[in-house]
C-alpha cells in the first residue's frame, strides 16, 4: 500500500487534465464545458480507486458488470449527487439487479430487455429508470447494439413503457488507431439522434449522446457527445502498471 498516496495524488492530476481537455474541445467546437458529463470508468479498478476519485470530485462512474458493480457499490456506499452508470452488456439474468443498483443504463438494445427492464422496476416499485439506447453503427456480429432494423421493435417497446424512459443514444465504435478515423461514427449517432427528435422520442436539446472514450474522447465532443466514457486516461491501464 506504500505506492498508494502516490497514485492517488496523480488520479487526481489525470482528472483535471481529461477535465481541461474536455473545456478545450467543448470550445473548439462553441459548446459549454458543461453540456459534456465525464463518466469515469472504474471498472477493474477497486473500491479504494473509486473512493480517491469521489474524494478528487468524480460525481459519475461508468462499470461495466453488474456483479463487480454491486460489490463496488456496496463497498465505497451511495452519496448524494453520485451516479452510476453501467456501460456494459446486459444480459436478461442480470437485470433485476442491474435496476437496483444503476442510474443510468447506456447498453439497452432490443425490445425484450426494454420489456423486461419495465416489469422489473413495476416489481421492485421504481418509478423511473433513465436509459440509453446502445446503437451499432458497424454492423459488426461481434459487438453488442442494436441495428437500424432493431430500431423500429425498440421504440415501439419504449412507446408502451411508463418506467422506463429512453434518454438517447449509446455507441461503442470500431477501434482505429487514428482517432480521426473515428468521426463518421460519432457523427451518424449525432444524425440518428437528430432523426429520432425530429419524430417526438426526444425533446429538442434534451438527448444525451454517450460515446468517446479515453483515445477519442476529444472528437466525440466535437461531434456533439453529452457523455464521455473515460477509463484509462484518468486510472491507467487495466490489468497492467498504472499509467504514469
Ligand atoms: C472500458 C470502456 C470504456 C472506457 O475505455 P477507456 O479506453 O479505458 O477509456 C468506455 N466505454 C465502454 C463501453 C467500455 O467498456
Redesign the pocket.
Known amino acids: 500500500m506504500s505506492e498508494a498516496p502516490d497514485k492517488f495524488e496523480s488520479l487526481r492530476g489525470r482528472l483535471d487534465a481529461v477535465r481541461a481537455r474536455i473545456a478545450e474541445s467543448a470550445h473548439r467546437a462553441g459548446r459549454a464545458p458543461r453540456e459534456v458529463t465525464l463518466i469515469a ?1 472504474s ?1 477493474t479498478h477497486p473500491a479504494p480507486v473509486v473512493r480517491a476519485a469521489l474524494d478528487a470530485g468524480a460525481t459519475d462512474f ?1 462499470e ?1 458488470r453488474v456483479q463487480e458493480a454491486a460489490g463496488k457499490i456496496e463497498e465505497v456506499g451511495r452519496r448524494e449527487g453520485v451516479r452510476w452508470h453501467l ?2 452488456h446486459l444480459q436478461a439474468n442480470k437485470a433485476r439487479r442491474a435496476v437496483e443498483l444503476f442510474d443510468l443504463i447506456h447498453s439497452v438494445d432490443s425490445a425484450p430487455l426494454v420489456e423486461r427492464l419495465e416489469r422489473l422496476c413495476a416489481e421492485a416499485g421504481r418509478a423511473s429508470l433513465d436509459v440509453l439506447m446502445q446503437i451499432d453503427l458497424a454492423g459488426e456480429a461481434t459487438k453488442s447494439g442494436a441495428r437500424s432494423d432493431d430500431l423500429k421493435s425498440l421504440l415501439e417497446e419504449f412507446g408502451r413503457c411508463a418506467r422506463v424512459r429512453c434518454r438517447g443514444l449509446m455507441t ?1 465504435p470500431p477501434f482505429f488507431d487514428d482517432a480521426g478515423q473515428v468521426r463518421p461514427y460519432f457523427r451518424r449517432l449525432r444524425e440518428l439522434r437528430d432523426q429520432l427528435t425530429a419524430r417526438g422520442l426526444f425533446r429538442d436539446g434534451d438527448a444525451e449522446l454517450s460515446m468517446g ?3 477519442d474522447f476529444e472528437v466525440a465532443i466535437e461531434e456533439g457527445a453529452t457523455m464521455v ?5 484518468l486510472f491507467g491501464a ?1 490489468g497492467g502498471a498504472a499509467a504514469p
Open positions: 470508468v471498472k461508468g461495466n456501460i456494459g461503442l472514450m479515453s483515445h466514457r473515460v477509463g484509462t486516461a487495466r
